[in-house]
């Protein structure tokens, strides 16, 4: 199952990005985001149960450049009706495959995911995993999406069917709060 999984995963990776990736420099894709940002955050309670109660939370995220601006960590607060979410999400870049690998650890139960592995193409993000969710596996997408200059989308969907369809189950709207000094345009160009 798990061998399918990742052969799942690599077809829809290049899928996204129109085949396979071409080593590419796209160590600078996330320079835009780097600074302080307010984030309105939605979640489905209970993804891939059929049920649609969503909850929402408001907060901070808070990003840095790290590893000589090879990687950057996000820091994630929000706070809302059903809690808290508190986590930071480690982002790595592969030079030799022009691939970044997103990892995120939750606070509350201090688990890091599975890394989830995508690119930017045309500003947009588009990151593919695998996790499993009540003990089944289960693929996970993650998209960055612009809105405009200052806000951006990023939405989490999961996949019990590999990857035919898809549940959108998590929404966050980041609006920037303050722009760390840097000289790069919204696209990281």
């Known amino acids: 199952m798990k061998k399918l999984l990742a052969l799942t995963l690599l077809l829809l990776s290049n899928a996204a990005i129109g085949g396979a990736p071409a080593p590419r420099d796209g160590q600078h894709d996330f320079d ?26 408001a907060g901070t995220s808070v990003v840095k450049p790290v590893m000589g601006e090879r990687a950057n960590l996000v820091e994630l607060d929000v706070r809302g009706g059903a809690g808290r979410i508190a986590g930071v ?6 030079p030799a495959s022009g691939q970044w690998t997103l990892h995120f650890a939750n606070l509350a139960n201090g688990l890091m995911t599975e890394p989830m592995h995508g690119v930017f193409k045309d500003g947009r993000g588009s990151f593919y995993g695998q996790d499993t969710l009540d003990g089944r596996a289960i693929l996970v997408r993650f998209l960055i999406l612009p809105m405009d200059a200052g806000r951006w989308r990023f939405e989490q969907a999961y996949s019990k069917d590999g990857g035919q369809h898809w549940e959108t189950n998590w929404i966050a709207i980041d609006t920037r709060r303050e722009r760390a000094s840097t000289n790069v345009s919204p696209t990281g160009k």
């Open 32 to 57: 835009w985001e780097i600074g302080a940002w307010g984030t309105q955050l939605k979640r489905l309670r209970e993804p891939l149960s059929g049920k649609t109660d969503w909850v929402e939370y």
């Open 89 to 94: 999400s480690l982002r790595l870049y592969q």
